[in-house]
């Protein structure tokens, strides 16, 4: 089975700009989570969805936004950057909600 | 609020010999699962070995095994036979089973490194 996939993988964009990041899960998979991953506030949840429903978030503002499609794929917008937004973005895809989660290779976000 | 702490930031291994990986957590939950998944450099987290909260018996996955005690919120992770493959960044981490809020919190993270 070929595992979650995340494109693109690297991307630089200016502040202000808005991006959007995708992930195909697991084949069978209906749960995917975002993370950003910061040297200095290690992981942190950003949403998870199942069933194209957004079933938890984290504390992150508005300007994070994600949806799922109904084949289980997901994407994340990410508007008007701000350099604090730089980061690795992690997708994760279960088989279900509470279901041990299987990680994408990231997607490293730089904002100048 | 489920906390995940892992209070050595590094640590150091001869391989061949065997390391254990801390970790604490803090629930108000009977039932959850707890991991510990491998970051290499590469990035890409990699799922070592899984625990349900329930289950009594110490979870083992080849080399790596897990000493669970429930009482004491502790959830140490034990490499066997240290390889050079291992060096990475471990991190703890626990999900609730169900309901909401079922999110995957985790511990900062340790730095393991081997020495050949």
């Known amino acids: 089975k070929a595992g979650v996939t995340q494109t693109p993988r690297y991307l630089i964009k200016t502040r202000g700009q808005q991006v959007t990041l995708s992930c195909s899960p697991i084949?069978?998979?209906?749960?995917v989570s975002w993370y950003q991953q910061t040297p200095g506030q290690g992981l942190q949840f950003l949403f998870e969805?199942?069933?194209?429903?957004?079933?938890n978030k984290g504390n992150f503002p508005g300007r994070f936004s994600g949806r799922q499609f109904s084949n289980s794929r997901s994407e994340m917008n990410v508007s008007t950057l701000e350099l604090g937004d730089s980061a690795l973005y992690l997708c994760?895809?279960?088989?279900?909600?509470?279901?041990?989660?299987?990680f994408g290779p990231g997607t490293r976000l730089t904002v100048t | 609020a489920q906390t995940v702490t892992q209070s050595q930031p590094e640590m150091s291994v001869q391989e061949a010999e065997t390391v254990t990986l801390s970790c604490t957590y803090d629930?108000?939950?009977?039932?959850?699962?707890l991991f510990w998944y491998k970051q290499p450099p590469s990035r890409q987290m990699i799922l070592v070995i899984r625990q349900e909260a329930y289950k009594q018996q110490n979870a083992t996955e080849n080399r790596f095994s897990v000493n669970f005690q429930k009482a004491a919120k502790s959830f140490s992770l034990k490499i066997s036979d240290s390889q050079l493959g291992d060096a990475a960044m471990y991190f703890c981490a626990y999900r609730r089973k169900t309901g909401a809020n079922s999110k995957l919190t985790f511990g900062k993270g340790i730095t393991l490194s081997v020495r050949p």
């Open positions: 969805y199942f069933s194209e429903t957004q079933r």
């Open positions: 629930t108000s939950e009977s039932d959850y699962y």
């Open positions: 994760a895809s279960s088989l279900s909600l509470s279901y041990e989660q299987y």
């Open positions: 084949s069978g998979h209906r749960s």
